[in-house]
Nanobody, 124 residues
Framework: QVHVVESGGGAVQAGGSLRLSCTLS????????MSWFRQTPEKEHEFVAV????????HFKYSVKGRFTISRDDAKNTMYLEMNMLEPEDTGVYYC?????????????????WGQGTQVTVSS
């Protein structure tokens, strides 16, 4: 059985930092392209960042470039999203998604599995 579990969310003030983690079990982690999406009352599952299964490709939503970093540790079956200089507009539920090939996609429905999400709240 495949499980995707996000952690690390919380409440911070603008300018602060958070580090989200995502673990994937039930399939070979290194065979998966991994992404982060976020959901707000205004936007449904907005793309945030993606890292290819080799780690050689990373892509970011324009508004988070230079502030967010995505990485993966295949030995730990874990992906990370380091979020710095957080803004109130970054508030939302962050979802981790996994796709079992090397192709990079930007819509959550194109992924095989995703988790329950972790809440990030940034106050001004």
């Amino acid at each position: 059985q495949v499980h995707v579990v996000e952690s690390g969310g919380g409440a911070v003030q603008a300018g602060g930092s958070l580090r989200l983690s995502c673990t994937l079990s039930g399939r070979t982690f290194s065979d998966n392209t991994m992404s982060w999406f976020r959901q707000t009352p205004e936007k449904e599952h907005e793309f945030v960042a993606v890292i290819s299964w080799s780690g050689s490709q990373t892509h970011f939503k324009y508004s988070v470039k230079g502030r967010f970093t995505i990485s993966r540790d295949d030995a730990k079956n874990t992906m990370y999203l380091e979020m710095n200089m957080l803004e109130p507009e970054d508030t939302g539920v962050y979802y981790c998604a996994a796709r079992g090939d090397s192709i990079v996609y930007y819509k959550i429905e194109q992924y095989d599995y995703w988790g329950q999400g972790t809440q990030v709240t940034v106050s001004s």
